[in-house]
C-alpha cells in the first residue's frame, strides 16, 4: 500500500499513547477503589468490572486509528467498473475465414462469439464494427444498440485480401472522428519510402501518450492469417500506442496453417501470431490464440470480463473514514445499551 502523504503516519504513535493512557486511568481507579470500607459498595456503584467494560473504548481506539490512516491519504489496487465507454471490434472477413478447422468454420465461429460477447458487456458501454479484408469498412458506428450490432455482424460478405493494418486505423479513425486519420491519404498517398510515422498532411497534430494510457476506448482484433496488403500492421499499432489505445488480439484458427479451397483456387493460410503477439504488446493489450469455436468463446467471456472492470490504484481514505464512523456507531451503541452513556 502507497500513501499520498506518508508523513502524516507519525501520527500513528499517538494510539499506543492512548492505550498507555487508559491503562494509567484504570490502574488510578483501582487504586481510588481500595479506599473504600467495602468492595461491594464500589461494585455496585461502578457496575461489575467484566471484559464488556473494555469493548468502547477498543472500538474507540480503532476508530481514530482508521482515521489517522486515512489522514496520510492511502492508495490501494482495487477492483473497479470501468471506464470504457467504447470498444471496437475489427473483425477479419477474408476469405480464410471460410476455413473449416474451427466449426462449423472460421468466420461462423467468429460471429457467434462476438455476439454473445456483446450480450455480456455492460448496456453502457458503445460498441463500433470494423470488417476488413482487402479493405476495411466501418459496418456500424458505435453504438449502444446490440440489434444493430448483431444484424452488421450477421452481413458480413467475404472478400479477398488481408489488410489487418487498415482494420487498427479505420478503427482509430472512428475512435477519433476529428483527428484527421484519413486511411485513404495512409494507404495510397505516401511516396516510396516515407514512413507511416510521419503525419499525413491532413492530420491534425498530437501529443503522443503512454501506451495503454487511454481509458474509455479499446480495440479487438480478430483475425486468421497474416497482413497481405495495406497498411503496415505494426505501424497501425504504433498509430493506436501513440494515442494510448489498447488493441487487444485474436488469432483464429491453426498456427501451421491449412490450404483451402474456393472456385477453382487454392490458397495455404497460416496464423501470424508474432505479429499479433507483437500489435498487443506494443499497445498494451493481450494476445489470444483460439483453436476451436470453445477457446473463442472463451477467449470473448475472457475479454468481456477484463473490458467491464479494470484494477487501479486508487485513494481508499473515504473507506476508512467509513470505518472509523462505524466503529464510533457501534462502540457509542454499545456504551449506551450496557452502561446507558457514551464513555
Given at each position: 500500500m502507497n500513501f499520498h502523504w506518508p508523513a502524516m503516519l507519525w501520527l500513528l504513535l499517538l494510539p499506543?499513547?492512548?492505550?498507555?493512557?487508559y491503562l494509567w486511568l484504570l490502574r488510578r481507579r483501582n487504586k481510588v477503589a481500595l479506599r473504600y470500607a467495602s468492595l461491594g459498595l464500589v461494585r455496585q456503584a461502578m457496575g461489575v468490572a467484566s471484559w464488556r467494560r473494555h469493548v468502547p473504548p477498543v472500538l474507540f481506539l480503532l476508530a481514530i486509528t482508521a482515521l489517522l490512516l486515512a489522514a496520510a491519504r492511502p492508495l490501494a489496487v482495487i477492483t473497479l467498473p470501468t471506464q470504457q465507454e467504447t470498444i471496437m471490434l475489427a473483425m477479419d472477413v477474408s476469405g480464410s475465414m471460410r476455413a473449416a478447422d474451427v466449426q462449423p468454420n472460421r468466420l461462423v465461429a467468429s460471429q457467434n462469439a462476438a455476439k454473445a460477447f456483446l450480450t455480456e458487456l455492460p448496456r453502457n458501454v458503445k460498441v463500433g464494427i470494423v470488417a476488413f479484408a482487402g479493405s476495411a469498412q466501418v459496418a456500424q458506428i458505435p453504438t449502444h444498440n446490440r440489434e444493430d450490432l448483431a444484424s452488421a455482424i450477421d452481413r458480413f460478405q467475404l472478400q479477398r485480401g488481408t489488410a489487418i493494418g487498415n482494420g487498427i486505423v479505420l478503427s482509430l479513425a472512428t475512435l477519433f472522428p476529428d483527428a484527421g486519420i484519413d486511411i485513404g491519404n495512409l494507404t495510397y498517398g505516401r511516396q516510396r519510402g516515407?514512413?507511416?510515422?510521419?503525419p499525413a498532411p491532413t492530420a491534425k497534430e498530437f501529443t503522443p501518450v503512454a501506451p495503454g494510457s487511454y481509458g474509455p476506448a479499446a480495440i479487438i482484433l480478430l483475425t486468421d492469417g497474416q497482413r497481405t496488403t495495406g497498411i503496415d500492421s505494426l505501424d497501425a499499432a504504433k498509430m493506436a500506442a501513440d494515442r494510448g489505445v489498447r488493441v487487444y488480439t485474436v488469432g483464429v484458427g491453426t498456427v501451421n496453417g491449412e490450404t483451402i479451397g474456393f472456385e477453382g483456387w487454392s490458397m495455404h493460410v497460416r496464423l501470424d501470431e508474432e505479429t499479433l503477439k507483437a500489435i498487443a504488446h506494443r499497445t498494451q493489450g493481450e494476445y489470444f490464440h483460439a483453436a476451436t469455436a470453445e477457446d473463442l468463446k472463451k477467449v470473448y467471456e475472457t475479454l468481456s470480463s477484463r473490458l467491464s472492470v479494470e484494477k487501479k490504484e486508487t485513494e481508499v481514505s473515504a473507506l476508512l473514514a467509513l470505518l472509523a464512523a462505524l466503529f464510533m456507531l457501534i462502540g457509542a451503541g454499545l456504551s449506551m445499551f450496557?452502561?446507558?452513556?457514551?464513555?
Open positions: 499506543p499513547l492512548l492505550v498507555l493512557l516515407v514512413s507511416i510515422d510521419q450496557w452502561y446507558h452513556r457514551v464513555a
